[in-house]
């Protein structure tokens, strides 16, 4: 079936979108607080992130809506503010990418509870992912983004909510290398991720986060090996070093932007940026792809 993923990824690579966080936490966001009520209470400097990303030449930018599920706001209080908070995140992005025709896909992180250990069972997760999924479609979002899943089963929960409110879905995983190669906190191979994720009905299949883009290039090896959905890649600038200044990534714009390259011709059709990536990263990587 032809939707917007499919149709953006024959025109590859396209470029997405860096990191966030440490974009809002630039802008006042406190370390370990929630960015995602920001799109009620902020929402002219959550829309200076999304368009500095825009004017940085990404093609697709996500929303600040990653956290916005009805077990992480219950946290803050927020559990009836499931929907205003989602349709305002995608709205946010929708004004800033309006001018340059990006696309918005809005984002759908963890839920924090672990369905292999009993935390949330199968049908809470999918109720939970129907609620957002729903509001991120009703603000308009081009496709949905299930991103930085370590639990398989959560994310063919929230995959499949996004498919059931009628959104095409791109579901990304956050994988670690140990001695068996590259596995989700829970233990799932990459091509036991594509398979299910698949069969989940998404429509790309990737990985973000947990690595440095040098790791990422065999995880888009993998990814490609194991299926024919196009693949999603937002590696980390690096792996985070604490230092008295703070949160550092070693690896920079330009060097990002090399290893873009390397991602590209691996196969990957959507490429940005998780963790300490930037508008910077992101623009020197539209140069690099540019040729
Ligand atoms: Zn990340």
């Known amino acids: 079936m ?20 440490t974009q809002l936490q630039m802008r006042g ?40 599920n009805r077990v992480l706001l219950e946290r803050h209080g927020l559990g009836d503010k499931v929907a205003e908070i989602n349709v305002a995140g995608v709205e946010i992005s929708r004004r800033a990418a309006a001018a340059a025709g990006a696309r918005v896909f809005a984002s759908m992180g963890p839920t924090g509870k672990m369905l292999a250990v009993g935390e949330i069972s199968a049908e809470e997760a999918r109720e939970v992912y129907l609620e957002q999924a729903a509001a991120l479609r009703d603000g308009g979002a081009d496709a949905l983004l299930v991103e930085t899943m370590s639990d398989l089963a959560e994310a063919a929960e929230a995959v499949a909510a996004g498919v059931a409110v009628g959104l095409p879905v791109v579901a990304s995983m956050t994988y670690q290398r140990g001695a068996r190669g590259f596995r989700t906190l829970m233990g799932e191979t990459v091509a036991a991720c594509v398979k299910r994720l698949t069969e989940a009905g998404a429509s790309a299949v990737g990985a973000n986060c947990g690595m440095g883009p040098e790791q990422m290039v065999a995880v888009v090896n993998e990814c ?17 070093r604490q230092t008295a200044e703070g949160t550092i990534y070693d ?41």
């Open 2 to 21: 032809t939707n917007i993923v499919t149709e953006l990824s024959l025109a590859k690579p396209v470029v997405t979108d860096g990191a966030w966080g």
């Open 29 to 68: 966001l406190a370390v370990g607080d929630a960015p995602d009520p920001w799109n009620l209470d902020h929402a002219d400097l959550v829309e200076q992130v999304a368009a500095a990303y825009v004017a940085a030449g990404s093609q697709v930018i996500l929303t600040n809506t990653f956290g916005a």
């Open 224 to 240: 490609t090996a194991a299926g024919s959905l196009p693949v999603w890649a937002k590696a980390n600038a690096g792996m985070p």
């Open 251 to 291: 690896v920079g714009a330009q060097e990002f932007a090399a290893q873009s390259l390397l991602l590209r011709d691996a196969g990957a059709a959507f490429i940005g940026g998780c963790c300490g990536s930037t508008p910077a990263a992101i623009s020197a990587v539209v140069a690099a792809l540019r040729g």
